[in-house]
Every structure is written in C-alpha cells, then in structure tokens.
C-alpha cells in the first residue's frame, strides 16, 4: 500500500490522507482482505462502472436514433413518390394545356407508386396527393415528436452530467477510486 501511496504524492500534497488510508485499512481488514487487494479492486471496479456508463448511454443514444428515424418514416412522404408526384403533374398540367380529352390520356391518371403509397398510408384519402401515413393531424405524431424530444433532453443531461464520471473512470481509475473513499468518509 505504501507503494500505491507513494504513487499519488506529488509536490510534497498527499491525495490519500491518513483518514482515507486508515479507513482502507480497516475496510480491508473487516472484508478479510489487504488493503492492497482492496485498492486493486476499486481500480477494476472503475472501469466495470465507465463501460457501463458507455454502454447504458450509447443504447440510449441508439434508441433516441431509432425513435427520430421511425418518427421521420412515419411522418413524411418518401422522396422518390414526392418525385413520381411532381413530375405526374406537370405531364398532366402541359396535357391540360391541349385541345383533346385528357382523361382518355395513359398520363391522366397517378403513377402507380403515388396510388400504391396513398391506398398504404391513407386508403380513403380522396386526392392523389401523396399524405404521410401519420398526417399532421394525427395525435400519433404530436406525442411521438414529443417523446422524442423530451428523450434528447434527458440524454444531453444524463451526457453532461454522467460523462464526467464515465470518463474519470475510464481514463483515471486512481482518482476514482479515491473519490469512493472520500465518499464514504463523508
């Protein structure tokens, strides 16, 4: 232990006082152990609690990327029949502008991928134009967009308050360590 005590001394200020290593003693000796076999442990734990964090954290983060792709899918027309679309009407629009009967016309009617689009999402929605399948309307996507932004929030907070810790943890396991000491002290 007097190695490891040695270790944290720098410019003649003890990190580890007497409190904190005679409270490692006695700990130690009430588990059955050394205080050595002790301070090891704590050093493992660090970095069993930092990949924990790193791992509750990004299935967070995978999650809230799911929901906000989910929520896009559902919300929003594709681009390619948004495409199919636009371009329907503006052959139907230069149809228009002739003298002949257009409904006669291949062109008169909506590309397949708008129908097939519109019979998926909203089947007795009168117009050809293309809707989401959750309209703007829909309670469906006021508490999704919701959930996905209260969820965002909580992540920034749990990132700036839990990162620290994680990464103390990870990148010093020693400081760690002794701040769960110090904690016990308290």
Request: hydrophobic share 45%; with cysteine; charged share 20%.
């Amino acid at each position: 232990m007097s190695e490891t005590i040695s270790t944290l001394e720098t410019n003649e200020t003890t990190f580890m006082s007497e409190k904190t290593e005679q409270l490692l003693r006695e700990l130690a000796q009430k588990l059955g152990t050394t205080a050595e076999h002790l301070w090891g442990v704590l050093i493992k734990q660090a970095y069993v609690d930092s990949i924990i964090g790193i791992i509750v954290f990004t299935l967070a983060a995978l999650f809230a990327w799911w929901l906000w792709r989910f929520a896009v899918a559902k919300t929003t027309v594709p681009a390619s029949v948004r495409a199919s679309y636009h371009a329907w009407r503006v052959r139907r629009e230069a149809l228009s502008n002739t003298e002949t009967d257009i409904r006669d016309h291949p062109d008169y009617q909506p590309p397949a991928d708008v129908l097939e689009w519109n019979n998926k999402c909203q089947p007795d929605y009168p117009n050809h134009r293309p809707v989401a399948e959750w309209d703007g309307d829909d309670w469906r996507t006021f508490f999704v967009w919701i959930g996905l932004f209260i969820l965002s929030i909580i992540l920034a907070i749990c990132a700036l308050v839990g990162g620290s810790g994680v990464m103390t943890a990870l990148l010093n396991p020693e400081y760690w360590a002794l701040m769960r000491i110090l904690e016990q002290i308290r």
